[in-house]
């Protein structure tokens, strides 16, 4: 990853077969770890560490007034940028993760695929950095797992996640800020056993109802890794997203907002009377977008570009409700711009 500094020596050019070399060797290597993930490994459920129960508590936070939500801060992949072409991925990332700690926010919530490969301890090392800053100024960091986590070598993954956030949830868990709860979900259902799949549905329909009976609960954002919806030329929607989290968050009147990421766009939907957002641009490769006619889902974004800037949502919390800003890297990467709002009152009880 980082390279030792400058010769004097003069480097000679170097052919094309020589510059191809490389990138064969990268991508036989991915090949052999995916069969080796494929017929080695076995299933996920049986592996140490999914799923296993804990005691410790997350993070408490303190304060109400400010939250940071983003997703997919991963770095390219290179047998990805085959398909997709980079812009300075790295550098958008490093923007994004230094800007929300001088937002100075009461609590950061991730979206999953913080890395690009969850087993390989060297792809931790910048958000290693990031959450030893964040340590540092007292804010807590609350994540879900997405999919890259887990990728070729889930148990190892796994621990690497653990190692991090001992408190995790495998299932869900649920943070307050002041009057909002927000519930985490873990949408990598292949990676759940069945018992796990009917103990997350459970406890999501207690919390839920709980919550919507609460009068010190005023609003709920849910959110996991996979949309439910999305126009991605790249990823498909999660039929299993909409089919179990979905039909939950629409049948409680205090449950405002859906957040996923998953596709490296944002984009916003409106289902059911509710605002679904995808936050996926934290930093991996940008993803082309069906627009038009082509489009899945009507996108309420007003930009109708196939492409979309990195980006993060801040999350302010007032009296009466919460409102959304999305923050956008400029094209120059030169700061950022808010270039999306959107203001949901909270559900209060009657005076």
């Known amino acids: 990853m980082n390279m030792s500094g400058p010769s004097r ?43 296993a129960p804990t005691l410790l508590q997350p993070p408490v936070v303190s304060g109400d007034s400010l939250i940071v939500f983003v997703s997919d801060t991963q770095s390219p992949i290179f047998i990805e940028t085959l398909v997709i072409p980079s812009n300075r991925n790295a550098a958008a990332r490093d923007l994004i993760l230094a800007q929300i700690l001088r937002d100075n926010p009461n609590a950061v919530f991730h979206l999953g695929d913080m890395i690009a490969i969850g087993f390989f301890e060297a792809t931790w090392r910048a958000m290693d950095g990031f959450l030893a800053r964040a ?20 148990s190892y993954g796994v621990e690497q996640f653990f190692d991090r956030f001992p408190w995790y949830r ?17 949408s990598n259902f292949g990676q759940l056993s069945d018992r796990e799949r009917a103990f997350q549905l459970s406890w999501l329909d207690s919390t839920l109802a709980f919550m919507e009976s609460d009068t010190t609960v005023a609003a709920v954002i849910m959110g996991c890794h996979h949309s439910p919806f999305t126009n991605s030329t790249i990823v498909s ?4 997203v909409e089919e179990s989290f979905v039909p939950r968050f629409l049948r409680y009147a205090k449950c405002r907002l859906f957040l996923s990421g998953h596709c490296h766009a944002f984009e916003h939907f409106r289902r059911g009377g509710k605002d ?10 940008q993803q082309p977008l069906l627009t038009g006619s082509e489009r899945r889902w009507e996108d309420l974004f007003p930009e109708e570009t196939q492409k979309r800037m990195f980006h993060y949502i ?3 919390i007032a009296a009466r409700g919460f409102d959304i800003t999305v923050r956008m890297v400029k ?21």
């Open 237 to 240: 929607p999660s039929k299993m």
């Open 314 to 316: 801040r999350c302010r």
């Open 276 to 285: 679904f957002l995808v936050i996926g641009g934290g930093g991996g490769l």
């Open 9 to 51: 020596r003069r480097t000679p050019s170097l052919g094309p077969v020589q510059v191809a070399r490389p990138m064969i060797r990268t991508t036989l290597l991915f090949l052999v770890l995916a069969l080796h993930a494929l017929f080695v490994q076995g299933s996920p459920q049986d592996k140490p560490g999914t799923g």
């Open 170 to 186: 495998n299932t869900g868990y649920v943070v307050r800020i002041g009057k909002l709860a927000v519930i985490l979900l873990n």
């Open 331 to 351: 094209p120059d990467f030169s700061g950022f711009e808010d270039s999306y709002a959107l203001s949901l009152p909270f559900v209060l009880p009657p005076p």
């Open 135 to 154: 340590r540092a100024a007292a804010v807590p960091v609350f994540p879900t797992l997405g999919n890259h986590e887990l990728m070729l070598f889930p």
